[in-house]
C-alpha cells in the first residue's frame, strides 16, 4: 500500500512540474508585451520668419516625466508597455500632445507642440 502512495505521489510531482514549466514559458509563447517608442517633436514655434527647431523638451507618458529629447526633438524609449498611452511635449514656451496605441516592436510618435505665450 505505501508503494502504491510514494508512486502517486512522485507522478503528481512529476506532472505539476511539468505543467510549472509549460505555463511558466507562456510570456515567451505569446510574445513581446513591450515596444520601443521613437518620439520626435515638431516645434510650431516661429519667431519672425525663423522657425527656432533647437530646444529640448521634458516627455511625459501617462503623467509621469520619461526623460528629455536632444536639441532635434528626438527620444527613444524602450520597453513601453503595449496599449494606449498618452505622450506630452513640454518645453520653456510650447506644449503639446499626442495619444497613441503602443505595439511591440518600434512605434514612431510625433508630437506637434505649440507657443504656449504670445511672442510680441
Do not use: R
Not at 2 to 9: G, L
Not at 103 to 110: R, S
Request: hydrophobic share 45%.
Amino acid at each position: 500500500m505505501k508503494k502504491n502512495n510514494i508512486k502517486k505521489f512522485i507522478l503528481i510531482v512529476i506532472v505539476l512540474a511539468f505543467l510549472a514549466l509549460v505555463t511558466g514559458g507562456c510570456s515567451s509563447i505569446i510574445g513581446e508585451q513591450t515596444g520601443i517608442v521613437k518620439i520626435h517633436v515638431i516645434s510650431g514655434m516661429i519667431l519672425g520668419k525663423i522657425m527656432i527647431l533647437d530646444h529640448t523638451y521634458d516627455i511625459h507618458m501617462d503623467g509621469f516625466y520619461i526623460d528629455t529629447t536632444d536639441e532635434w526633438g528626438y527620444l527613444v524609449i524602450p520597453e513601453v508597455p503595449v496599449g494606449w498611452h498618452n505622450f506630452e511635449a513640454f518645453s520653456t514656451y510650447e506644449y503639446g500632445s499626442k495619444g497613441q496605441s503602443i505595439k511591440p516592436g518600434l512605434n514612431d510618435v510625433t508630437i506637434y507642440a505649440y507657443p504656449t505665450i504670445a511672442i510680441p
